[in-house]
Each structure stands twice: as structure tokens, then as C-alpha cells.
């Protein structure tokens, strides 16, 4: 029996987000799909978890105030410049709720993260992708470019996923420099731990001349909370209470608020951590480029082997070999950086694919 009750029409035109795949029982099989931090969570931030699900039954508080003190208070800045959401994606949502209607446009650069696309046109405006380079990296004048009338948000992701490139500093100066004071610069910094470029963007530092700018960070990757779901906007005073208006009520629960202020007391650990999967990182990269691999700079906790048709075969190979990793088909592989293991699996598998003239 059919229903008279109709969903939007364009959700069926919503591109589909890909998670990482999951395991399947049986043999040991290492997930390096979903760019998660491979380290288990630090004791003090479980034992906050814990203590928090003791009042389950209670609501957690509506702004996350404490989470939003210790977040400037860890960055330096002031909390009137902090908006705390249920993940930095829930957060990008809502910053385009808040901008965008239909008929506006969003510039960001492809590929990118594949979240952007979908939360575009979840406001009704239109996404106008920006090719990135043969390097993987933004292609800044481009964007300009592409911005007209009707853009009201422009979409940045540095260190770029899937590619693990950054945008220097001195390009995103000039960048916003050339973009309308009344139009949004997202900066997406989720992967601003693992960084070690020194002429990567600092978006903090650019925030006092820019207004219009507003940067995105998580405890999802670092921190190692993605199955708590934590993410914050950093933006001008003005812009923030719009954005609280506009968040979903109690969106960040009680366990996630506790973990996510038990991780900044941390961050002497977290920052060891995340120093030992750049290590890693680089090791990695500098292999597989000693073999031959053209691998873009990678500056998150993952790296990107471009491809291009040949991306599923790969991804095909390495799960068979015990490891999955993300095939973005067309373009290339992004691979977590996770246990040492399942890395050298991942090394195996491309060695032997050179070696096979592939």
C-alpha cells in the first residue's frame, strides 16, 4: 500500500557519502579505510566517559559551555569565538543552514571531502566544484574565479581529504583578499594535528583580519573520539550566536562534552600520539616514492597513491591481502595510517603492483 506522504523529490539526486568498510569476522583484516586514530582512547578521557554515563538520564548542557571554555582556553582565544557540534560535519551543516538559500552558489574544490556535496545541497544552493591540481592540492585562483554574485560560501579543506595536501599560508592571505566580505570562508582543519609543513595555513592567525572566515576542527581524528562525535567552529563574535541559534538543541551529548574536556587536559599525550602517526607517515610516503609511487605531500594521518581507474583494483588487492583502504574510483586510494601491520600490507601490496607493470 503506497503512501500519500512524499519525501524531497532531489534526496535521490543526494551523492551518497561512503564510509570506510568495515571488517568482516574471520581473519585478522586491519581498516585503514576511514582515516580513524588507530590508538585506543587515552585512560582519563575513558574514565570521564564513564563517570558521564552515570547521569544518562539527565540533558547534557544545550551549548556545551564547558567543552566551548576549555577549547579557548587550549587555543588562546576568547569562548564568545567557539561553537561546539555533534562532529565538525554536523557544524558545517549548520553553518550553511545559517548562509544559504536556494539559488545561492558554494565554490569548493573536487575532490575533496564528500561530505561537502551533500550538505550543499541539503540548503538548496548549488555546489560549484573547483578541480583541483595534478598535485592534489587547492587550486586557489581558480576558486576566485569561480566566485560570482551569487556565491555565498566558499569551501576549504587544508590538509585536503583525500589528497593530504595544505594550503600555505600566504595563499590563503591572498585568497581572502580577493574574496567579498559578505561571502563564508570555511576552513576545514581536521586533520591540523598531524601538520608539519611550516608554510601551512594558520587559520587562527588570520581569523581577527577576516570576519567572514571561519575555521572547522574535530576530536574525531587526533583526539580519538570519531565514535563520540565532537566538533567545533572557531568564528568572529558576531557570527556565533546566529550559529548556536541555528544548532540542534543538547546536539553534543553528556560522554561526549566529558571526553572531549578530558582530552585537552591531555594534550601532551594527544600531541605524542599524533607525532608518532606523522612519523609513521612519513616513512611510509618516503617508501613508496623510493619505489616509484608519485605520492602527493601528505601532511593528515593518511596518504593518497593517485590511481585514477585503477583505484578499486588496488583497494581489491589489499583487502585481499588483509588491509582495506578507500578507493575514490577515477581519481585514486586514501590510506589510513594504522597499525604497523596492516601498513606493511599496504606497502606489500603496492610494491608488488609496480612490480606487475601495473
Known amino acids: 500500500m503506497s503512501s500519500a506522504f512524499r519525501l524531497r523529490e532531489d534526496l535521490d539526486s543526494l551523492p551518497a557519502y561512503v564510509p570506510g568498510a568495515r571488517p568482516t569476522e574471520g581473519r585478522r583484516v586491519y581498516k585503514l579505510s576511514s582515516n580513524e586514530n588507530a590508538f585506543p582512547p587515552l585512560p582519563a578521557v575513558l574514565a570521564a566517559v564513564t563517570q558521564a554515563t552515570a547521569e544518562l538520564n539527565r540533558y547534557p548542557d544545550l551549548l556545551a559551555t564547558e567543552v566551548a571554555e ?10 564568545d569565538r567557539v561553537v561546539v557540534g555533534n562532529g565538525s560535519v554536523a557544524v558545517l551543516e549548520t553553518l550553511l543552514l545559517a548562509t544559504c538559500r536556494p539559488g545561492d552558489d558554494v565554490v569548493y574544490a573536487w575532490r575533496s571531502f564528500e561530505a561537502y556535496p551533500i550538505a550543499i545541497q541539503l540548503t538548496g544552493a548549488t555546489g560549484v566544484p573547483v578541480p583541483v591540481t595534478g598535485e592534489g592540492r587547492h587550486d586557489l585562483p581558480a576558486m576566485a574565479a569561480a566566485l560570482t554574485p551569487a556565491t555565498r560560501a566558499v569551501l576549504l579543506c587544508s590538509p585536503n581529504n583525500p589528497t593530504g595536501t595544505v594550503i600555505h599560508h600566504d595563499e590563503l592571505r591572498d ?8 561571502v563564508l570562508v570555511v576552513l576545514d582543519e581536521a586533520y591540523i594535528d598531524f601538520v608539519t609543513d611550516p608554510e601551512a595555513a594558520r587559520g587562527l592567525d588570520l581569523l581577527a583580519d577576516h570576519p567572514n ?10 583526539h580519538g573520539l570519531a565514535g563520540l562525535r565532537v566538533g567545533f567552529a572557531l568564528a568572529d563574535p558576531t557570527v556565533v550566536p546566529g550559529l548556536r541559534s541555528a544548532s540542534t538543541p543538547f546536539g553534543v551529548n553528556a560522554p561526549a562534552q566529558a571526553a572531549a574536556i578530558a582530552a585537552l587536559r591531555v ?23 623510493s619505489m616509484g609511487w608519485q ?5 593528515g594521518n593518511f596518504y593518497w597513491l593517485p590511481l585514477g581507474d585503477d583505484a578499486a583494483d588496488f583497494a581489491a588487492a589489499a583487502a585481499e591481502a588483509g588491509a582495506i583502504v578507500r578507493a575514490f574510483q577515477g581519481d585514486g586510494v586514501r590510506v589510513t595510517v594504522g597499525e604497523d601491520d ?10 608488488r603492483w609496480l612490480e606487475q607493470g601495473r
Open 295 to 299: 605520492v602527493p605531500q601528505a601532511q
Open 267 to 289: 594534550s601532551r599525550d594527544i600531541a605524542e600520539h599524533a607525532a608518532r602517526v606523522v612519523a609513521k607517515r612519513d616513512a611510509i610516503t618516503a617508501e613508496l616514492r
Open 342 to 351: 596492516g601498513n606493511a600490507i599496504v606497502r606489500d601490496v603496492a610494491a
Open 70 to 79: 576549555a577549547i579557548a582556553d587550549h587555543l588562546a582565544v576568547t569562548a
Open 213 to 222: 572566515l571561519v575555521v572547522l576542527r574535530t576530536f574525531s581524528k587526533a
Open 175 to 182: 585568497f581572502l583578499a580577493r574574496v567579498p566580505r559578505d
